[in-house]
Every structure is written in structure tokens, then in C-alpha cells.
């Protein structure tokens, strides 16, 4: 079946250390998105990819970092200059270009101890 | 910052009763979604609706647009439990074609 797959779906990390989480689809999609909702808010836009070997920066992009060196996978990697990276992590990517819908994975929840 | 606002919060309804949310933005745009996101999975589409329509069906779910208010509604009509669910709305800015930006949601929740 087509769709996105993000893993791990849970991840505890110790404070100091960098965690990367993988981002697969199978949809044929060029434009790839990460995002972060912490509990009770919206979805805040870390970093977006429009196609392979280019991305740019969201509106929280600082203290991560990601690559495109394929259509299929687009990872995150959350550093230790991130200040508060305990959240729930959504990865999509877009179908139709006209009409920019997403097609979202399961999430994958980091928790920072 | 937020794009769009919804508007409650948070909602309780019964089942077979009508659930209306609703969705305020800043910008221009060049078309509104809405989105459903049970407690923690993935978001899943629902309806899209163009900044030069008005109204759009799909089931149980009507959409409006008011582009001179710069709102939207999404109106789920003869809830059943299953809806329960958070509804958020999502823009696509005009000055900012490859990205959509999400509101805080709704948070809906139907009793049998």
C-alpha cells in the first residue's frame, strides 16, 4: 500500500544527544514537510522540501537539521541545540501540487529525559 | 505565528447533533483545508475548498468560505462517536505556495 512511514514511533533520548527520525514514502511526491505539535497546539512548520537535494527553512527550524538526497526519504534530525525537543513529530509530503495537500505518517513522539 | 485560529476549543455534542467549528485567518490565500487528527496518529485530509468558492460538500461534512471575513466553517452534520476527533483548519497562503500553515484546532468530542 502507498503512504509514509516515520519511525521510530516512540524515542527517548538523554538530554545532550542528537536523535534522527526517518521519514519513507512511497507516493511518488516531490514536496516533503516535517512538522512539530506540542500538546494542545497546532502544527509548527520545522523544515520543507520541494524537491530532491533542496529544502528550506520553516518557521521553527532551529536546532534541526534534515536532508533530501532521495524522493523517498526525507529524515530529521533533532540536535542537542534544540532547547525544548520533547514533542510529537509529523512527517508529509504533498499529492497534487495545485491544491498542496498533505498526506501525513503516524508521528513519532521524542521525549527527552 | 498561527495562521489560522479555530474557534472553540474545544466542543461536546451528542451523538446525532451537528458540530460547527470554525476557522479565522490573516492573509490571502489560495485555498483552505480542514483536517481530522485522532489522539495520537497522523493527520488525514478531509475537504479542500478554493479561495473563489463559497460552499463544498463531501457526506456528512459542509464547508463555507467567506474570503471578505477571512473565515471558514466546517459543519459536521448527524455526529456519531467515531467522529470524535481534532479538526484542524490549514492555509495556503498566496505569498507562500509550498507551504500550509495550521491553526490550533478543535478538539471534538461526541457521546453515544
Known amino acids: 500500500d502507498g503512504g509514509i512511514t516515520q519511525s521510530p514511533k516512540y524515542l527517548f533520548r538523554k538530554e545532550g544527544q542528537n536523535v534522527t527520525l526517518s521519514c519513507e514514502q512511497n507516493l511518488n511526491h516531490d514536496a516533503m514537510y516535517w512538522y512539530r505539535q506540542d500538546p494542545g497546539q497546532g502544527l509548527r512548520l520545522i523544515y520543507y522540501?520541494?524537491?530532491?537535494?533542496?529544502?528550506q527553512k520553516g518557521d521553527i527550524a532551529e536546532g534541526y537539521s534534515v536532508s533530501r538526497e532521495k524522493k523517498e526519504s526525507f529524515p530529521l534530525t533533532v540536535t542537542s541545540a534544540q532547547k525544548n525537543p520533547t514533542a510529537f513529530y509529523l512527517c508529509?509530503?504533498?499529492?497534487?501540487?495545485?491544491?498542496?495537500?498533505?498526506?501525513f505518517g503516524e508521528g513519532s513522539r521524542l521525549t527527552v529525559l | 505565528s498561527q495562521q489560522g485560529e479555530e474557534d472553540p476549543q474545544a466542543l461536546s455534542i451528542q451523538e446525532g447533533e451537528n458540530a460547527t467549528m470554525n476557522c479565522s485567518y490573516k492573509t490571502s490565500i489560495n485555498n483552505l483545508q480542514w483536517y481530522r487528527q485522532n489522539s495520537g496518529r497522523g493527520l488525514v485530509h478531509l475537504i479542500l475548498i478554493r479561495s473563489n468558492e463559497r460552499e463544498k460538500h463531501s457526506g456528512r461534512l459542509r464547508v463555507t468560505l467567506d474570503t471578505s471575513k477571512k473565515s471558514s466553517s466546517l459543519l459536521i452534520t448527524a455526529s456519531r462517536a467515531a467522529d470524535t476527533a481534532s479538526y484542524f483548519c490549514?492555509?495556503?497562503?498566496?505569498?507562500?505556495?509550498?507551504?500550509?500553515?495550521f491553526g490550533a484546532g478543535t478538539q471534538v468530542v461526541v457521546t453515544p
Open positions: 490549514a492555509t495556503r497562503r498566496t505569498d507562500s505556495w509550498g507551504k500550509l500553515q
Open positions: 522540501s520541494q524537491i530532491v537535494n533542496d529544502f
Open positions: 508529509a509530503s504533498r499529492g497534487d501540487r495545485d491544491s498542496g495537500e498533505l498526506f
